[in-house]
Structures are given as C-alpha cells and as structure tokens.
C-alpha cells in the first residue's frame, strides 16, 4: 500500500507500508490512514528516529550487512528525516502528515 507523506514546506513524499511501518512505530505514531505531526513535537521525532536507525545498523551482524537488501530502511528514512528537518526549521508553523487507502497497523497487509 502506498503511504503518502505532505509537509507544508518540503512537499510530497511516497512510501511504501513495508518501509512507513517500522518508522511510525519508532515515532510513536499509528499506522492509520491518516496521521499527522506537528511542528512542535519534531524535534522529538527527528531523535527517536535517529535513534532508531542507529540501533538498527548497530544490531546488523557483517554478515547481515553482505546479505542486505538492495535499500536498506536507513535509506528509505533519509527523504523523511529530511522532511522532518526542514518543517522543523521553517519560520511558520508547519506540519507533517500522511494518508493511506487504509491503517495498514498489520503486517499482513504488505505486497
């Protein structure tokens, strides 16, 4: 399922659930249809999730590292810590938030 991510200053950014599940869950949010964060709690997100991709490479075994997948979730992070770090730092009070067709809480779900 695709997972659409809005900010009102770095625009649009998409994701598949596989790849926006383990990092909403990192951020404390739901994986609902619909979500949002605000301005005023990045700060806070931005280290969860820093904090969590650290602990994610730290966990990879050398040979984890030979057999990873093409793009790790580290990568697929990056366009949305940027996105968060750029919200953050705008002079307005901005947002994030994202849509889906549905929650797509069970992992189930993903193709």
């Known amino acids: 399922m695709l997972i ?3 900010s009102s200053e770095a625009g ?8 926006a599940r383990p990092l909403l869950r990192a951020l404390g949010k739901s994986c ?3 979500g949002v964060m605000q301005k005023s709690e990045l700060p806070l997100l931005i280290s969860a999730l820093e904090r969590f991709l650290a602990e994610q ?4 075994t050398e040979d ?26 705008a002079k307005k009070e901005g947002m994030i938030f994202w849509e889906a067709e549905a929650d797509f809480e069970d992992d189930a779900q993903t193709v």
Do not use: N
């Open 4 to 6: 659409t991510f809005h």
């Open 32 to 34: 609902s249809a619909k």
């Open 64 to 89: 984890e590292e030979e057999k990873s997948v093409p793009v790790s979730l580290k990568q697929r992070a990056w366009p949305l810590l940027q996105m968060m770090r750029r919200t953050r730092q």
């Open 57 to 60: 490479t730290a966990q990879k």
């Open 12 to 19: 649009e950014l998409y994701m598949l659930d596989g790849a």
